[in-house]
């Protein structure tokens, strides 16, 4: 059974401090990793999806990066805007399509 | 291009009642997918249309769970009667293909009460 774990469950920062949320992950065989950001009240907004050990991507102050066990979203010089639960997800071969998540980070963003 | 869009936002019903939930995937967008959120648990999928046909439902949760996908176009997720552990935020989410980035609508948040 695929298993998805987001650490740390809440991140305050300041405006400009940058840091890395985790997401680790177990899966039979990674059909692709997915990061989502969710703002109350509304539903996922997708970010990035990662494929492959040792792919990058990145959007803005965000980037993503993945390998075998894990996968982080570092966020460079943060805003208050980007303050949002940022959620992980992969889908892997042995399980369809469907989409296994952790329960998200919380991330604030004082100014 | 209109994103998923789903209906109602809320719904507050009593214990044995029945609700009806639709979502309206992103147009041409054969692959259309339920979650659920449960207070304090993570978002947990329910199942997966490929156009009118249920792929996978291995996610629902009993038999007082009912979707649909009629024409292969919107998608209803009936239950009946509903339970006090129902209660959650509903989400529905389409993909063009399987495998890639799964795009999510606003989500019903449901009461039962």
């Known amino acids: 059974e695929d298993q998805v774990t987001q650490s740390p469950e809440a991140l305050r920062l300041q405006e400009g401090e940058s840091s890395s949320l985790n997401c680790s992950y177990t899966?039979?065989?990674?059909?692709?990793l997915f990061w989502y950001r969710q703002d109350p009240g509304k539903g996922p907004e997708f970010l990035f999806t990662?494929?492959?050990a040792g792919e990058e991507k990145e959007k803005e102050r965000l980037k993503a990066t993945l390998t075998k066990k894990e996968s982080f979203l570092h966020i460079t010089a943060p805003k208050p805007e980007d303050s949002a639960t940022y959620l992980c997800?992969?889908?892997?071969?042995?399980?369809?399509?469907?989409?296994?998540f952790g329960k998200g980070i919380t991330l604030s963003v004082r100014p | 291009e209109a994103g998923v869009t789903q209906f109602p936002s809320h719904s507050v019903i009593e214990k044995g009642q029945t609700v009806t939930l639709r979502c309206d995937p992103i147009?041409?967008?054969?692959?259309l997918y339920w979650y659920r959120r449960v207070m304090g648990k993570e978002i947990k999928f329910l199942l997966h249309?490929?156009?009118?046909?249920?792929?996978?439902e291995s996610g629902m949760p009993n038999n007082r769970f009912l979707a649909e996908r009629t024409g292969g176009t919107y998608s209803t997720l009936k239950v009946q009667p509903a339970e006090l552990e129902d209660s959650g935020v509903y989400f529905c989410?389409?993909?063009?293909?399987?495998?890639?980035?799964?795009?999510f609508g606003p989500g019903t948040r449901l009461t039962v009460t």
């Open positions: 990662l494929y492959s």
């Open positions: 249309f490929v156009k009118e046909s249920k792929q996978d």
């Open positions: 899966v039979s065989g990674l059909r692709g």
């Open positions: 147009s041409g967008h054969d692959n």
């Open positions: 989410a389409s993909s063009q293909d399987r495998g890639y980035e799964q795009y």
């Open positions: 997800a992969v889908s892997s071969y042995g399980a369809n399509s469907k989409l296994t």
